[in-house]
């Protein structure tokens, strides 16, 4: 394989891996081992692609620990941006808050 189908498998793979986990976050995950599971599944994608184009097995696992971290970080930019408001039905308080 040549460099750019490296980097167009790694750029989609990174959007597969924010999607799974934040599948397995709403499907009760906790927020503490979302890191960890994105990296767990970036390694079984990238050695899986390695397996598949018959290249090295740790050059798959670099790429797929780096999709790992990358997905880390791209989700936890879009929980950065996320606001909750809750209205006090009682005393008709509102209080946003921005996580």
Do not use: W
Request: proline residues 1%.
């Amino acid at each position: 394989m040549d460099i750019m189908t490296y980097a167009v498998g790694g750029v989609s793979i990174v959007g597969i891996i924010t999607g799974l986990v934040r599948v397995a976050r709403e499907a009760g995950l906790p927020s503490k081992y979302a890191s960890a599971l994105s990296v767990f599944l970036g390694i079984v994608i990238g050695v899986s692609a390695a397996t598949y184009a018959s290249s090295a097995l740790y050059i798959g696992a670099l790429g797929g620990i780096a999709a790992g971290l990358l997905s880390c970080g791209l989700y936890d930019i879009g929980k950065v941006g996320t606001t909750t408001t809750t209205t006090d039905t009682t005393t008709s308080d509102t209080t946003t808050t921005t996580v």
